[in-house]
């Protein structure tokens, strides 16, 4: 019987087990295939306080870590179902183990959305990114691609814009679905070029054994067409993978927790934390106060 179990190993959940640890409680992390989280996927982040520079995957193995070294355990199992119990609750993975908790902290993160193309998932942090504020340096005077035309798309574009030689905004839809004030202030620019009902259907690529990324193919009303570019980013949408947990937490019309005094769930002793809640700003350092919040509500529990 654990104190506290953490379901996902991102920035939230690892924070979490440092705290509940700190607090003097039994916990485990629970991830599904890579501790660290989304971080990982870029290879150089420097809007972490106390980090000038460091690559994302070096920050998850230090927080993996740190977390560890507290007393923490850890174990890569999928989480398929929680049970609410008279003693707490119980956490069933897809490797048929069963984990018995007081408490369970879910910082289940997000996925990004992709496209499903071709050599997109060996292509994503080295060629395609999803974070301007991570990676947008590494294309100063170059060339890239925004894929996407709804507010993220174009918060991350606004910042590329400052950064970036051109940029290349492509939208499947016939229009631009961001608020009229963030499009004025990316269009304006004048080092960025836009395509409507532009569907996306190959990434170019050079190199038969590591692929680099050299630009993207598009069709728009039936005619293809290619542009060349460094670099492309993905901002076609988030996907919360909340739904085998909403019979003891509710969630939002997208599928994300609403988590009710920042951490807490209509069921006692369960907790959300990080990306997969409803929020404004989803960045490391807002979810590693998520799980520092919820660690400590489930040690008080």
């Not at 996925?111 to 340096?137: K, M, P, Q, W, Y």
């Not at 670099?231 to 994300?256: C, H, Q, S, T, W």
């Not at 920042?262 to 990306?275: N, R």
Request: glycine share 12%; proline share 2%; hydrophobic share 40%.
């Amino acid at each position: 019987m654990y104190d506290i179990i953490v379901v996902g190993g991102g920035p939230a959940g690892l924070t979490a087990a440092i705290y509940g640890r700190r607090n003097g409680k039994s916990v485990i992390v629970i991830e599904k295939s890579v501790f660290g989280g989304q971080i990982v996927n870029s290879p150089k982040v420097e809007n972490i306080p106390g980090f000038t520079s460091i690559s994302g995957d070096e920050f998850g193995d230090q927080l993996l870590e740190q977390a560890m070294e507290q007393g923490a355990e850890a174990t890569i199992e999928e989480v398929v179902k929680i049970e609410k119990t008279s003693d707490g609750f119980c956490v069933a993975t897809s490797d048929e183990n069963r984990y018995e908790g007081r408490t369970v902290i879910l910082a289940t993160g997000t996925t990004h959305r992709t496209l499903g193309l071709e050599h997109e998932a060996e292509l994503i942090g080295n060629g395609i990114s999803f974070c301007a504020v991570c990676d947008g340096d590494f294309y100063r005077d170059k060339t890239v691609v925004m894929i996407g035309g709804g507010n993220s798309a174009f918060v991350e574009s606004a910042l590329l814009t400052g950064i970036v030689k051109k940029l290349v905004i492509l939208q499947d839809l016939p229009m631009f679905t961001a608020d009229q004030k963030l499009q004025e202030q990316v269009l304006s620019a004048g080092n960025v070029e836009t395509k409507t009902g532009a569907k996306v259907v190959a990434y170019e690529t050079e190199g038969d054994f590591e692929k680099k990324l050299v630009g993207v193919r598009y069709v728009v009303d039936g005619v293809e067409e290619t542009v060349h570019c460094d670099g492309v980013f993905l901002a076609v949408g988030l996907v919360p993978e909340n739904g085998i947990f909403k019979e003891y937490a509710d969630l939002d019309e997208r599928g994300y927790f609403v988590p009710d005094n920042i951490c807490k769930t209509k069921t006692k002793g369960l907790f959300v934390a990080g990306d997969c809640c409803s929020k404004t700003l989803r960045q490391v350092t807002t979810a590693c106060a998520d799980g520092a919040y919820a660690a400590i509500a489930a040690s008080e529990t």
